[in-house]
Structures are given as C-alpha cells and as structure tokens.
C-alpha cells in the first residue's frame, strides 16, 4: 500500500511538472516575437498625383530607430517626400529617382509632396 501510495504521487508529480513546462509563452510558435526593419523601401506609384494615402506604397511604415527608408519614384512625372515638420525635403524627384533618409530616433513624421499635396504618408520610427 505504501509503495502504491509513493508511485501515485510520483506519477502526479511528474504530470503537475510537464503541464507546468507546457504552459509558457517564451517558446510558444504561434506568437512569433515582431522585428522592426532596418531598411525599408517605398514607391511612388503610377498615377500618384491623383491618390492620397495610397500615393506611397507601404503606407504607413515602420522602420527601425537608425534605420533608412528609399522612396523610389515610379510614377511618370516629378514628385517629393517631404516631412510636414521640416526633418526631411527629398527636392524634386524625378521619374526612376529615389531619395533615402535615416532615422535616428524614434517617432512618428507625417509626410507628402510638395507638388501634389494630396499625397500624404507616414513613417513610424520603433
């Protein structure tokens, strides 16, 4: 009786330890830990000079603090990705023409052209 009573509590023991290494989240694949990237890449779409937020494609961004964002220009005419605060101007861009900014601290810029300044973007600095 004594060993029966010893191999039962054993054995609830050894089930209460796996239930407890089976319920943490460190390891869990199903919540993968999010990256912030340090490079991000943003077109100037075809037609761009008639949409708004859908101009810059992504929008918005989310870019690493230190990280660089590419605006590339693929539309058929002149564009800008100016900052509504001052902290970025890329001039005049023409077609095929990219401008890179780095962004050393975090935090949110609105942005748009100066040309056609229904075309308004984002960048989100983490």
Do not use: E
């Not at 077109?43 to 990280?67: E, H, M």
């Not at 564009?79 to 101007?89: L, M, N, R, Y």
């Amino acid at each position: 009786m004594k060993s029966l009573m010893k191999c039962a509590l054993l054995a609830a023991g050894m089930i209460a330890a796996v239930g407890c290494g089976n319920s943490t989240n460190s390891t869990n694949p199903s919540t993968p830990s999010p990256t912030t990237p340090a490079a991000v890449s943003v077109s100037i779409v075809s037609g761009a000079r008639l949409l708004t937020t859908t101009a810059y494609n992504p929008n918005p961004i989310t870019v690493a603090r230190g990280g660089t964002v590419t605006w590339t220009n693929n539309d058929t005419i002149t564009h800008t990705a100016t900052s509504d605060g001052g902290a970025f101007d890329s001039g005049n861009m023409a077609p095929g023409a990219s401008f890179s900014m780095t962004f050393p601290t975090a935090g949110t810029s609105t942005y748009h052209c100066t040309l056609h300044p229904g075309m308004i973007g984002t960048v989100n600095v983490q």
